[in-house]
């Protein structure tokens, strides 16, 4: 889902490229993007775009007369500036919206349809959108932890939810919480202040970062290839994959839709958290630490290696004449077939018994056949 950094350069080209210039029409691919009814979204057309905003997740245009387009583009909702008039592409088309200077097409690449487009008029409407979280880039330490501490929940939840700051997601949520050194289940009113202030100072730096890199990758072009997945991340996305910092696998945990990404090392003192389905399926034998799941991992293989010995030792293997790799015998894929006491192999035996087997199958099938014909007579 486009999250902070995302949607803040979402904003500032498509403004670049439609502030002053009018809306002419907005074509609808599905009939589900529109989520009002009043005002119409036909009351929008030929209004003069003012400027455009940012609430949360969500893109507004701010048209003349107080009227509003609020576009959330969800997990796979996506923006694409072509030439004007340009196709809305089939299946994963939502939308084109017609300006003056060009066509804004609306995509999104999912079976399921979640992106939304509400028309509101006056501020009043359109703080309905609003979920109330804090800019997290606009607030001091002390309004931070304050948020942080309003409520008590993990720090996974806390960052994440919209009611308490603006524009977090799953992605920059796994990323700041690995920078701050954090557990993802951490209890927020149980946070020290030294780790608050990592919290605040990790959130800042982080979203600040990325917002100015996405904004001189699309200096001169509009974004593309905008992802939750990205390979300069350290953790998220990044499962089994070595951490930046320490060089041990990320860790997840899976929940529903959703995957929180971890550094078991650098994040939770070297303690595995437990996933809502592997763990409850292992019981017992879910590893509490990396060094124990390490520890486990060793003794499969040792075991798998013992087993295929031994293996090894019973195979019958005819060795062929001159072929040899590295001093050893090459196994030959025919050399391993049994054969019986009077030396012939048991698929020779197999071939000549077919002729017979074939002879008692038809006379079966024949005997059944006249059996069905008597009991239709009777």
Known sequence: MPELPD????????????????????????????????????ATFGKQ????????KRIVFVLEDELYLVLHLMVAGRLKWAEKGAKIPGKVGLAAFDFSSGTLLLR???????????????????????????????????????AVRRENHTLKRTLTDPRIFSGIGNAYSDEILHRAGLSPVALSQKLG????????????ALLAEWTDKLRKESATTFPENVT????????????????????????????????????????????LLADRGLSRLLHGDWPRSLDEMDERKESG???????????????????????????????????????????????????????ELGNAQRRKHAGGAGEKKKRQKR
């Open 7 to 42: 949607v803040t350069v979402y904003v500032e080209r498509v403004a670049d490229r439609v502030v002053g210039h009018t809306l002419e029409k907005v074509r609808l691919g599905s009939p589900f993007l529109l989520r009002s009814v009043e005002p119409p979204l036909g």
């Open 49 to 56: 775009v003012v400027a455009m905003e940012r609430i949360g």
């Open 108 to 146: 999104e690449a999912s079976s399921k349809k979640r992106a939304s487009l509400h028309v509101a008029r006056g501020r009043a409407a359109l703080a309905e959108h609003d979920r109330g979280g804090l800019e997290p880039l606009e607030i001091t330490a002390a309004e931070f932890a304050g």
């Open 193 to 204: 202040d030294e780790a608050m202030a990592r919290l605040y100072e990790a959130t800042r």
């Open 228 to 271: 939750a997945f990205r390979p300069e991340f350290a953790v998220h996305g990044k499962y089994r994959q070595p951490c930046p910092v320490c060089k041990k696998p990320v860790q997840r945990i899976r929940y529903a839709e959703n995957e929180t990404n971890y550094c078991a090392v650098c994040q939770t003192g070297g303690k």
């Open 301 to 355: 293989r040792a075991l798998v290696a013992s087993t295929n010995v031994k293996d090894d030792a019973g195979a019958e293997v005819d060795e062929a004449a001159g072929e040899h790799v590295l001093g050893k015998p090459v196994k030959q894929p025919g050399a391993v077939a049994k054969r019986d006491g009077d030396g012939k192999e048991r698929s020779e035996r197999a071939a000549a018994r077919a002729p």
